[in-house]
Structure formats: C-alpha cells, structure tokens
C-alpha cells in the first residue's frame, strides 16, 4: 500500500496464481473502496512494492519469478530470468484509459523512493538489485543462506533512476549512486514532487544488516554516510518534519538502534542536514529489541481521532 499525503488516499495492489494475475486499487480518506481494476500480466509474478504520482501508478513486471514448470507441480522456486526485460506498467489512478507499458534493463526491485511527472515524461527512483538472486555457497543452513543472500552487497543494490516518455514510449536510466544502500526515505510532503534528498540504511558486509546511514543529494550528485558504531545495527530510518519548516531537510531522522556487544536497544534521532554529526537524541529502551527493517512515522496529528483496530 501507499498512501498519498496530499489527497488521503491508499493506493495498493494485489497479485495471485490465477487470474487475474495483478489488480490495482484506490480507497478513498473516507476508507470506501473507489476502483479496483485488472492489469494484464502474462503470467504468476513477484511484485513487492509499486509508486505513485500525481496522476498515475506504476506498477511492475520483473523477470524474477517462479519457475512455470515447476509452479503447476506446487513447488514455489524463483528464478530470475536475465534474457527479458524489465516492464513498467503506467496506470492512470482514476481508472481511465489503457495501461502504458515501458520496458527497461533486467533486474529486481524491493523498494521504490519516489516518482513525479515532468512535463510528457515519470520520473521514478527506486533501488536497482545488479544481483537479483546471488549465490550463498558454503552456508551452513537455509536459514543462513537466505541471511547472506539478501545482504545488500550481494543483491548489488543502487539508487537508481527510470524515466519512462509518455508520448514516445522510450525508456531511458542511469545509477545515481554506486554506494550500496537500500530501504530508502524522504520527506513525507515531497511525494509526487522532485525530492533533493533520500535518505538510505547501508548494508553490512555479507549480513542482512544496517550498520549505517547514507544521505543522497540528488541535485548536487553527492552523498555522505554515517556509520552506528561497531556491533550497532538499525532499522529504515524515517523522516520526521520539524513544525513549520519549509526546507526538505529540516526535520528529525528516527530510526531503532540494536547494540549487540552492549545487548541494548535504542531510539536513536538525527539531524537530517548533518548526519556525520551522529546523534542528537538516544534513548535507551527497556529491552533489547531485534534488528527490524521496514518502519513508518506518524505525527501526532495524523494519530489524533485515528481507529485503531487489535
């Protein structure tokens, strides 16, 4: 799901074995459904995460998926498949017209950070995986095997850049980053508006791990990174505005610490304008928690008069 801070609405997806393989859908802020359509797909696919702009959603078709063959016997093994292309399907949000297909360079994608339309053309940024499905060799289990295997320097992932020209048809792409970082966040209120700044966990070595902090200046084409500690590893961090500041960047970064050596967990707060700096807040918590990944912020506003369902 997504939610789009400027209309209230959620945006989701859902996909299946049967058809149809992939459905797009809009709640209204008034929590009733508004439209639910199909968006054909040639097959069972993977789709983990899509965007949105002001006008459109993009939704996807990776060429990692599960093996055909195998999916009608029941056995669920992925496979990625390097010789076809990357697809992009442009969907209106509010049902109208075809579905607009763009195709780009192979690969897999987790998590998109953000898209916005320029003039005929999306812009869209997410993170490029140049391993979708690297091999774990000389893992003692499954479980470790699979640990090792999504460690962002074995999925080689990179903040990268999709551009898909609605009246050509063309695609065009390029990294905007070499660094490998993933699970990367912003500024709330620049959803579907060009963002300077992304804000993004790096990876340990060989572990499924964030052991630091990168910040990404997509104007200036520069980066800085701020490491947790030895033994210290994080969570998605997210961006918290600052009441009443206009600049992108004044805000609080949030984000859960878990110090292995210490066997202590921590709230930990950053200035988004300067994360070398480290810390500006830490609170400890009454327990050691274990190393999360996806996270969300709320303001106390967006709280007030909320349900909440148990």
Not at 75 to 88: A, E, G, K, M, T
Not at 94 to 108: L, M, R, S
Not at 137 to 157: C, H, M, P, V, Y
Not at 205 to 214: A, D, E, S, V, Y
Request: glycine share 10%.
């Amino acid at each position: 799901t997504k939610a789009d801070p400027h209309t209230g609405e959620l945006l989701f997806f859902s996909y299946s074995k049967e058809e149809p393989y992939l459905r797009f859908g809009v709640v209204g802020p008034d929590g009733v459904l508004r439209l639910l359509r199909a968006v054909p797909l040639p097959g069972p696919r993977l789709p983990h995460a899509m965007a949105f702009t002001t006008n459109y959603v993009i939704l996807n078709d990776f060429p990692l998926f599960w093996r055909p063959d195998l999916l009608e016997s029941g056995i669920h093994y992925p496979r990625f498949h390097r010789d076809l292309p990357s697809r992009f399907a442009v969907v209106r949000r509010d049902g109208t017209g075809d579905v607009q297909w763009f195709e780009a360079d192979p690969t897999y994608v987790l998590h998109f950070v953000n898209a916005y339309e320029d003039g005929d053309e999306i812009v869209l940024d997410g993170f490029h995986q140049g391993c979708p499905l690297p091999s774990a060799k000389g893992a003692a289990s499954l479980e470790e095997a699979a640990f090792r295997g999504i460690a962002l320097d074995n999925l080689q992932t990179l903040l990268h850049r999709w551009r898909f020209d609605l009246r050509t048809g063309r695609t065009t792409e390029e990294h905007l980053s070499e660094r490998n970082t993933e699970f990367g966040t912003m500024h709330p209120a620049f959803a579907t508006r060009p963002n300077r700044y992304v804000y993004a966990p790096t990876g340990e070595p060989g572990r499924f791990l964030f052991n630091g902090l990168g910040k990404h200046d997509l104007v200036a084409g520069t980066e800085t990174a701020s490491s947790f500690g030895s033994g210290v590893f994080g969570s998605e961090t997210m961006f918290a505005p600052r009441p009443g500041a206009t600049d992108e960047d004044d805000g609080y970064l949030v984000t859960f610490t878990i110090d292995m050596e210490a066997d202590a967990s921590y709230c930990v707060v950053l200035d988004p304008a300067d994360i070398s700096a480290g810390p500006v807040c830490r609170l400890r918590l009454p327990e050691r928690i274990s190393s999360g990944t996806l996270a969300v912020w709320a303001s106390r506003e967006e709280l007030a008069g909320a349900s909440m369902l148990v």
